[in-house]
């Protein structure tokens, strides 16, 4: 909160607020001292990541500053000593193991040959990024309540200035000594008792901190915030479902003009009789980093499904920001304009999948700043960045069938499954050739709906989504052409895709695959160059850097719990001899 003008106080009035000052910092530093055990002597240098390094980050050939590599989120490194002519030389160069067994989602920082990693249950790791030596190790204490889905998992951490910034599952907002691990402050986000919880990497950005929330599964509203980078204090908080106006215009057709197979009256007539207040409780769960277009102040991102997720009778109307692309003010957190993919959604082919900023032909044929989202439904959306307004979508990355069928109580065939398309999975883009890389996943299910009450802050699907034992599971790698929307090319996988892309200047992509085959791909062709079995589900987003002139790849190898590939606890990383 802020306040305009100076506030009046008598004597009383500033004895009670110095008492509640005095409170507030008692509690305050008694949060900081119970977060958690660090060990390790700390980085032997200083650590300083200035918001000029961070805007520069998109042409850094030595550093990885940021989980998606930049504030427009292409994953998309600018050296090229590891490229189609040599990648198939590719070895490890170490492999750094964690403690914890379980699956890793982590997008690892590097500042200046330090590597920052995380564990599904929040701990913080600093190492050598060329050797592999600890530098510091940091254990943060859950609280008594965490509430999240789909496993426990965290997606890396955010750095500006001397600090590590990282949300946690209990729901909190930490900020670390980038160089000794030291807790620095450590302020709540949600309510985890509400279903609120914290997985996704947060964005540091002009002093700012900006992070959404998990728990669209919960009931929860959802929301991005943007807070203090120096002392934690809440600057701005944007709603993703807002108090008035989430019924949108009753939309009957999803983004590429399918048939929704609403019944409009019926929903209207629900409205009118239960009242408005679902909004308190309509999800909208934001799981992914935020882009940034510093040029136009702009926070781009997308909003997750509404609850509860099948049974769409509790929340009649298009329930509005869900499954929207949101834009809004990076100062104020001001709206600017949503983009729905698909209004009053009972499938949870929800919006995860990270923007990107990127630059697209439009209609005219003519290049343009565009906003692209790969969606669960398998295609990749192209939006005018000022305006939000749909370019094009790609062909459809995955098999379709029976889209937009409603669930029922004995349960209906979709294609997509649940999980997508492109399920969390950042993508990445070359800018060179304009392709746009997903990683998808096939997963027929059956979609079954049950009537369902607001359970208090657990678990709220209002039915459940089902595999279908007799029929095949896959993955499948596509390149996208972001100027015609066509598919370039495809490699299809044993197992789902779910972790991420990283396209290089060397002309590459690199993937990898739950059965732990990590992957390198000709950018242009997708021909595999290479490939290594790491031992665990390769089911993170690959990065690379440089130290001393040398040229890593580093990706975690720990599994994932949503889809049950093998656990692990490291990170691999690779470079040539």
């Not at 982590?106 to 599904?120: E, F, H, K, N």
């Not at 207040?277 to 940034?292: E, N, Q, R, S």
């Not at 596509?478 to 972790?499: H, R, S």
Request: hydrophobic content about 40%; overall charge neutral.
């Amino acid at each position: 909160m802020r306040f305009d003008g100076k506030p009046q106080f008598g004597w009383r009035g500033l004895m009670i607020s110095a008492l509640l000052a005095t409170a507030a910092g008692a509690q305050a530093q008694s949060e900081i001292q119970n977060a958690g055990s660090l060990s390790g002597a700390g980085v032997p240098k200083a650590i300083d990541v200035t918001q000029a390094r961070l805007n520069a980050a998109a042409s850094d050939k030595a550093d990885f500053l940021a989980s998606n590599g930049n504030y427009a989120q292409t994953r998309y490194y600018p050296a090229t000593q590891i490229n189609k002519s040599n990648v198939a030389r590719l070895r490890p160069a170490f492999t750094f193991q964690t403690d914890v067994l379980e699956s890793m989602e982590t997008a690892p920082i590097v500042v200046d040959g330090v590597m920052y990693l995380t564990t599904s249950n929040n701990e913080v790791y600093a190492i050598d990024a060329a050797t592999g030596k600890e530098f510091w190790h940091f254990k943060y204490k859950q609280g008594p309540v965490t509430t999240y889905c789909c496993g426990p998992n965290n997606r890396g951490v955010a750095v500006l200035d001397d600090r590590v910034y990282m949300g946690t599952l209990d729901a909190r907002l930490v900020s670390l000594d980038a160089k000794t691990g030291k807790v620095i402050w450590n302020v709540q986000i949600g309510d985890p008792d509400e279903g609120y919880s914290e997985t996704m990497a947060p964005v540091a950005v002009d002093g700012k901190i900006l992070i959404g929330t998990n728990g669209g599964e919960y009931g929860i509203r959802g929301f991005v915030k943007a807070f203090d980078a120096k002392d934690g204090h809440l600057l701005w908080s944007f709603a993703t479902v807002p108090d008035k106006g989430s019924e949108g215009v009753w939309a009957t057709h999803d983004a590429t003009g399918r048939d929704l197979h609403r019944d409009i009256a019926a929903e209207k007539a629900q409205l009118a009789k239960e009242g408005g207040d679902f909004y308190k409780t309509l999800g909208g769960g934001v799981w992914m980093a935020p882009a940034v277009d510093l040029e136009t102040r702009t926070v781009f991102f997308v909003v997750g499904n509404p609850s509860p997720d099948l049974y769409g009778k509790e929340r009649p109307g298009d329930n509005l920001y869900t499954d929207s692309m949101v834009a809004v003010d990076l100062d104020t957190g001001a709206y600017k304009w949503h983009y729905q993919y698909v209004p009053h959604d009972v499938w949870d082919l929800d919006a995860v999948s990270p923007v990107i900023l990127t630059e697209a032909r439009g209609k005219d044929g003519k290049m343009i700043k565009v906003a692209i989202h790969g969606g669960k439904t398998g295609h990749v959306y192209v939006q005018d960045r000022a305006t939000g307004k749909l370019l094009r979508y790609s062909e459809a990355m995955i098999p379709q069938e029976n889209m937009w069928a409603l669930p029922t109580p004995q349960g209906t065939r979709m294609l997509p499954g649940a999980n997508g398309g492109v399920e969390w999975s950042p993508m990445a883009v070359n800018p060179k050739l304009h392709l746009a890389y997903a990683a998808n996943l096939h997963q027929p299910m059956t979609y079954h709906v049950e009537a369902s009450t607001y359970p208090g802050g657990k678990l709220w699907l209002g039915g459940a989504f089902k595999t279908i034992p007799t029929e095949k599971q896959w993955g499948r790698l596509a390149a996208v052409n972001l100027d015609t929307g066509k598919i370039a090319w495809k490699f299809d996988t044993e197992q789902p895709l779910i972790g991420g892309v990283l396209a290089t200047a060397g002309g590459l992509v690199f993937n990898g695959e739950g059965n732990g085959l990590f992957r390198a791909f000709d950018a242009a062709t997708g021909k595999k160059l290479w490939e290594y079995q790491a031992g665990a589900g390769v089911n993170a987003p690959p990065v690379s850097y440089m130290v001393g002139g040398k040229q890593y790849i580093a990706v975690a190898a720990g599994g994932n719990t949503q889809l049950d590939f093998k656990r692990g606890n490291s990170v691999v990383v690779f470079a040539l001899p």
